[in-house]
């Protein structure tokens, strides 16, 4: 076929592709170890000669297919999957950073995410300065040190859902000789592909839309193949000079394209081995197959309820980057055309006591931490993820002490409408 295939078409078929009297579904192959029939073939292997399977801590087959299905929406040449979001950002920024370097980051990130690059990349030794995604290029570009290695940003920010001008911070990074990474989590690539906007790597966290029905945790990382390592050699002596503890092999040179995963599975999982099991990675891999049909009604429930919610009384604001004067609604016209996610805030007009029994009162909506999955749920900054700021604070941060963090499941819209105005209704008395 030479047309190119539609990405709903692309979940459900890539990846994997079974031969005559092979299973329709791609098999789990939960086995630690791969037998050969040679000690030269294993040989082989060690030495990254021959591709194949030793050991699953650094390559599973049902991992592989699923990263390929992973790689294949994104459009990039390869990919891996990690235990989780936490260690795919971790993996992809420590491929390219060591102690002594520097990298820079939105500051409108995941809070993980955040600690991560503040506390424990400090503790490493690789230093992070935090740029408000708004700020101008001359002010990102002051922030740039001859060691800077990276840049970093959330396309859709969690849990702010704001949107980052991507071709800015890519200009940016590239003008200096350095690669731009972006956690692409919220969008999921049915509504954003960043490698079509100039992007070099892509990680998510799978735990979320991927996955989509709750019941695992996982991080995948895409590589676009675009980066001209080699351009900025005496940058990136991890992938440009031999590397001793695998036989003097330089990535670059043995892998080209391919020598960034390359050198993050072989080296990074050998050794630190944040591994996704196949049980898991089968179970992505289901969520996967669903995944336009689920964004697309996540997005347009969102819609609904975001619009209806502007409408009531009760309701002092309502942030989702879709609505019309939404301070995001330009920059999402421009890179998620087709939708966001199914993610907004909003604030009640009433004290913290009255959000707490509008809480108290949803019977569909549930009081949970996560978002970006089949449930509908809903967090209070202000006395949860927040609490330990006082209203002086809350307002520092630009966190209004009735606003509310809403995740739209896949519950019909009018069910979830339903729920918010009897919890309305009820909180009232
Ligand atoms: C949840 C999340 C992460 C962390 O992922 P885990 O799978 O929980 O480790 C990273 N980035 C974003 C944008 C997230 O939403």
Known sequence: MSRKLNQGTVCVQSGYVPGNGEPRQ?????????????????????????????????????????????????????????????????????????????????????????????????????????????ASEEEINAAFRPNTKLVFGEVLSNPGVRVLDIEKFVRVAHGHGVPMI???????????????????????????????????????????????????????????????????????????????????????MRDLGAIQSPQNAFYLGLGLQTLAVRVARHNSSARKIAGWLQTLPEVKWVSFPELEGDPEHERQQKYLPDGTCGVMAFALNGDKAYVGRFMNHLKLATIETHVADCYTCILHPAMHTHRQLTDEQLAEAGIDPAQLRFSVGLEDPDDIMADIRQALDAAKL
């Not at 031999?242 to 092999?249: E, F, K, M, T, V």
């Open 26 to 134: 791609m098999p789990i192959i939960q086995s630690t170890t791969f037998k050969y029939d040679s000690s030269e073939d294993m040989t082989r292997l060690f030495d990254l000669e021959d591709n194949g399977y030793f050991y699953t801590r650094l390559q599973n087959p049902t991992n592989d297919m699923v990263a390929a299905r992973i790689c294949a929406l994104e459009g990039g040449v390869a990919g891996m999957l990690t235990s989780s979001g936490q260690a795919a950002n971790f993996f992809a920024c420590f491929n390219i950073c060591e102690a002594g370097d520097h990298m820079i980051s939105t500051a409108s990130i995941y809070g993980g995410t955040y600690n991560l690059f503040a506390s424990t990349f400090r503790k490493m030794g690789i230093e992070v300065t935090f740029v408000d995604q708004d």
């Open 182 to 268: 972006v956690d692409n989590t919220f969008p999921t690539p049915v509504f954003c592909r960043p490698f079509e906007w100039g992007v070099d790597i892509v990680t998510h966290s799978t735990t979320k839309y991927m996955d989509g029905q709750g019941v695992q945790v996982g991080g995948a990382i895409i590589d676009s193949g675009n980066f001209d390592w080699e351009a900025h050699a005496e940058k990136f002596p991890g992938l440009c000079t031999p590397d001793p503890s695998y036989h003097g092999i330089t990535y670059t040179e043995k892998f080209g394209k391919l020598a960034y995963i390359t050198k993050a599975t072989s080296q990074l």
